[in-house]
């Protein structure tokens, strides 16, 4: 109950006072509710296990939880005031999204979308970022609510997994996937700027009597050799792959003359053949190298059937070493 007394003076020169009362029950009831939503607010807030921050328009931290702080590697007093663009990685500082923009419009109330931030020590987090508009009762857009999960070991697992798709587990180098996707876009490429590709197909001689021999164990270790020395001979710009077995082929592209393709194979025989020691067990190495020299007019099948069938000719003739075909 609510009293509100006025003073006044009587007639007779005594002072009184009126007073009213008013049922103040809903008042009452309405404030210990907003300031139970307040607390309740207050407690998610802090103790939520995602990052959440109450940001200004002009993106500006207000307000940052724990959880936030912690996964950004931050002091919240050095977060306030800092705009979440200072703290964006420099691949993802591109134009604001439509969806910001329709936020801005009124067009949605929230968007979501995946992106990279730094930590105080310069490592990049992933996260996936939920931003609400907190507007007044025109519909300005007072506040942001933003909402931050951590998917940085999600993240790492989906590239895990599209590397395993693409790589042979044992050498690390693409696999024939990766290699004829490369080998599709190096066509392309080949087409438009009428260049040329070589592509060199590489099988060990004799691997079979090295596992037979020596075990699968030595066996491995020649092939983790092989695609070192293979890395080593390559350009950067070159695609080195493990397709199956003893098997590797290297697509070298932006070949102006042939015969840099060939000192490219005769450098490749020669890196591939020197001695190794593989744990006290002594090799020298011997491969068929068969080169084809391909134009964008070439299929992806049909350079590797090449390329394939002057190995296997170069097999059958040591002497050839390094057998070469043109289109």
Not at 10 to 36: M, P
């Given at each position: 109950?609510?009293?509100?007394?006025?003073?006044?003076?009587?007639?007779?020169?005594?002072?009184?006072?009126?007073?009213?009362?008013?049922?103040?029950?809903?008042?009452?009831?309405?404030?210990?509710?907003?300031?139970?939503?307040?607390?309740?607010f207050r407690l998610a807030f802090d103790e939520a296990p995602i990052g959440i921050a109450v940001?200004?328009?002009?993106?500006?931290?207000?307000?940052?939880?724990?959880?936030?702080?912690?996964?950004?590697?931050?002091?919240?007093?050095?977060?306030?005031?800092?705009?979440?663009?200072?703290?964006?990685?420099?691949?993802?500082?591109?134009?604001?999204?439509?969806?910001?923009?329709?936020?801005?419009?009124?067009?949605?109330?929230?968007?979501?979308?995946?992106?990279?931030?730094?930590?105080?020590?310069?490592?990049?987090?992933?996260?996936?970022?939920?931003?609400?508009?907190?507007?007044?009762?025109?519909?300005?857009?007072?506040?942001?609510?933003?909402?931050?999960?951590?998917?940085?070991?999600?993240?790492?697992?989906?590239?895990?997994?599209?590397?395993?798709?693409?790589?042979?587990?044992?050498?690390?180098?693409?696999?024939?996937?990766?290699?004829?996707?490369?080998?599709?876009?190096?066509?392309?490429?080949?087409?438009?700027?009428?260049?040329?590709?070589?592509?060199?197909?590489?099988?060990?001689?004799?691997?079979?009597?090295?596992?037979?021999?020596?075990?699968?164990?030595?066996?491995?270790?020649?092939?983790?050799?092989?695609?070192?020395?293979?890395?080593?001979?390559?350009?950067?710009?070159?695609?080195?792959?493990?397709?199956?077995?003893?098997?590797?082929?290297?697509?070298?592209?932006?070949?102006?003359?042939?015969?840099?393709?060939?000192?490219?194979?005769?450098?490749?025989?020669?890196?591939?053949?020197?001695?190794?020691?593989?744990?006290?067990?002594?090799?020298?190495?011997?491969?068929?190298?068969?080169?084809?020299?391909?134009?964008?007019?070439?299929?992806?099948?049909?350079?590797?059937?090449?390329?394939?069938?002057?190995?296997?000719?170069?097999?059958?003739?040591?002497?050839?070493?390094?057998?070469?075909?043109?289109?």
């Open positions: 109950m609510r009293t509100n007394c006025v003073p006044f003076d009587a007639a007779d020169g005594r002072i009184g006072t009126i007073s009213t009362f008013s049922d103040v029950t809903v008042d009452h009831e309405l404030a210990t509710a907003l300031t139970l939503a307040e607390e309740r940001v200004h328009p002009d993106g500006r931290f207000e307000d940052i939880n724990p959880a936030l702080c912690a996964l950004l590697d931050r002091t919240r007093e050095e977060l306030l005031g800092t705009r979440l663009r200072d703290l964006t990685h420099p691949d993802d500082l591109d134009a604001p999204p439509i969806e910001h923009g329709d936020l801005l419009a009124g067009v949605t109330d929230s968007y979501a979308m995946d992106r990279r931030y730094l930590q105080r020590s310069g490592a990049e987090v992933w996260v996936n970022l939920h931003v609400s508009a907190l507007r007044d009762h025109t519909g300005s857009i007072e506040r942001f609510l933003v909402q931050v999960v951590d998917l940085t070991e999600r993240k790492a697992l989906e590239a895990k997994l599209s590397h395993a798709a693409t790589h042979d587990p044992l050498t690390g180098l693409p696999n024939r996937r990766l290699v004829e996707d490369r080998l599709a876009l190096a066509l392309a490429a080949s087409r438009r700027d009428a260049g040329t590709i070589a592509v060199l197909f590489c099988d060990l001689d004799g691997f079979k009597a090295v596992n037979d021999t020596h075990g699968h164990r030595i066996g491995d270790l020649l092939l983790t050799t092989v695609a070192d020395r293979l890395r080593g001979v390559a350009r950067e710009i070159d695609t080195v792959g493990r397709i199956g077995g003893d098997e590797f082929v290297v697509v070298a592209g932006s070949i102006t003359d042939p015969e840099d393709a060939e000192q490219l194979a005769a450098r490749v025989r020669r890196a591939i053949e020197q001695p190794v020691d593989l744990e006290g067990v002594h090799l020298t190495p011997r491969v068929s190298v068969g080169l084809h020299l391909a134009d964008g007019y070439d299929t992806t099948d049909e350079v590797l059937s090449f390329a394939d069938r002057r190995m296997y000719e170069a097999k059958t003739d040591r002497r050839l070493a390094v057998r070469t075909s043109r289109r």
